[in-house]
């Protein structure tokens, strides 16, 4: 069983930056590939990242492509969201999930966390 703790949401303004963190405990984190998701008011949750077991294979939507990152540190058993340029359009709740292959298909991953809230300001 793998639980799973977001951090570092909050209200920015459009252009800015900010990073979101996922901790990960109760499982082997590098056996794991990770990913983010997010859901806005209204809409169905969607793919933003994914990044493989190593590290060394990521994966973005088209809509955050050149402006998130997704990174992970397997010593500290966290994955990373570094997002920049931020947009109105960002606003949503962001969800890590942890599975056996990186996939931008939500049912690829058997483990979530309860999500931090990113709020974008014009």
């Known amino acids: 069983q793998v639980l799973l703790i977001e951090s570092g949401g909050g209200l920015v303004q459009a252009g800015d930056s900010l990073r979101v963190s996922c901790a990960a405990s109760?499982?082997?984190?590098?056996?794991?590939?990770m990913a983010w998701f997010r859901q806005a008011p209204g809409q169905e949750r969607e793919f933003v990242a994914t990044?493989?077991?190593?590290?060394?294979?990521?994966s973005y939507a088209d809509s955050v492509k050149g402006r998130f990152t997704i990174s992970r540190d397997n010593a500290k058993n966290t994955v990373y969201l570094q997002m920049n340029s931020l947009k109105l359009e960002d606003t949503a709740v962001y969800y890590c999930?942890?599975?056996?292959?990186?996939?931008?298909?939500?049912?690829?991953?058997?483990?979530w966390g309860q999500g931090t809230q990113v709020t974008v300001s014009s």
């Open positions: 109760g499982g082997t984190f590098s056996t794991y590939a």
């Open positions: 999930a942890a599975g056996g292959l990186t996939s931008r298909r939500e049912h690829m991953y058997g483990y």
């Open positions: 990044i493989s077991k190593s590290g060394s294979t990521t």
